[in-house]
Every structure is written in C-alpha cells, then in structure tokens.
C-alpha cells in the first residue's frame, strides 16, 4: 500500500481534499490542524473529499473526517460531499453513519485540478494522543453501533491520559 498523503485545493470558498493511499493516524495532526483553518473561513461553501484514490483509512481519520462534517454544520451549515468509488471503503463509512452527515457519491462529478499536497504537521505523541482520543469521540457520537465499537478504545486512551 502507498503511503498516506492528503491533497487539497481551494477555489473560490470551494474546498477539496482528496486521500491517496493509506491514510493513517500519521497524517491526523496534519488533517486536523487544515481542517480547523478550512472551518474558520468566512468563504468556505462546499467541501468536497475524495476517497477515490484511498487505500485505506483508519477510525481516527475517519473521526477527522466526521468532524469535518460537525463542523461544517455548525459553523457554515452545509453538508460536505464524499466520494468513494471503492466499496470497501464505502461500506465502512456507510457502517459508520457517515451516510446520515455527508452525501456520498460513488462516483466522480468533476475534475479538480492545482490540488497541492498538504506538508506533513509532526506531532509529539501526546498531540496525537489528544488527536486520536478526541476523533474517536467524535465517532462515537455518531450512533449507538459506533458508541459500542469504540467506547473500550476511549475509556483505555482516556486512562493513558490521566496517567501521563
């Protein structure tokens, strides 16, 4: 599997992110932090992420993800757009719930070009600690399926945090 990298691009309050390979908790302090910045633009209209090229993706990025979408509706009251050609990881957000906060597309509506790969934030490990806890939070407040999946997950991270 290639490794992980994220690509975006802006155009007039339009934003894409597109996922290439396995994307990993590796990239969460870089996801986060351009998500953040993204979610405090007076000029954010859409959001489009693409997962065509997505080899894999783990429950942290896919709790990035949902905030994306938290924050999208809070802030700007729109719904981002996913698309997914693949169905594996098209059954794993639609699993999720990610079918009742995103529109999901199987397939490409467009094409976008000037997608610039997005520089690799490092963070300490008690950063991506927080990271990973808070995404996996998010997740859980998704639906009660996704509660269960990870609420042994959250309840071992938040003992890490107290005894660090």
């Known amino acids: 599997m290639e490794n992980g990298r994220i690509l975006v691009s802006e155009n007039n309050g339009t934003y894409v992110l597109k996922f290439v390979g396995d994307v990993r908790l590796t990239l969460c302090a870089t ?24 080899e894999g993706i783990d429950s942290t990025s896919l709790g990035l993800l949902a905030k994306i979408s938290v924050l999208a509706r809070k802030k700007h009251q729109l719904t981002p757009v996913i698309i997914s050609t693949n169905q594996d990881i098209t059954r794993i957000l639609e699993s999720m719930g990610f079918d009742k906060v995103f529109v999901i597309l199987d397939s490409h509506t467009s ?21 990973v806890l808070e995404a996996h939070k998010i997740l859980m407040e998704m639906n009660e399926s996704n509660k269960e999946t990870f609420r042994d997950l959250v309840y071992t991270l938040e003992g890490d945090c107290k005894h660090n």
Do not use: W, Y
Request: charged content about 25%.
């Open 111 to 131: 094409t976008v070009e000037q997608l610039r790969e997005l520089p690799i934030v490092e963070g300490n490990e008690a950063l991506v600690h927080a990271k």
């Open 31 to 54: 996801l986060d932090d351009f998500l953040e910045s993204m979610c405090q633009s007076s000029l954010l209209n859409t959001i489009l992420i693409d997962l065509s090229e997505t």
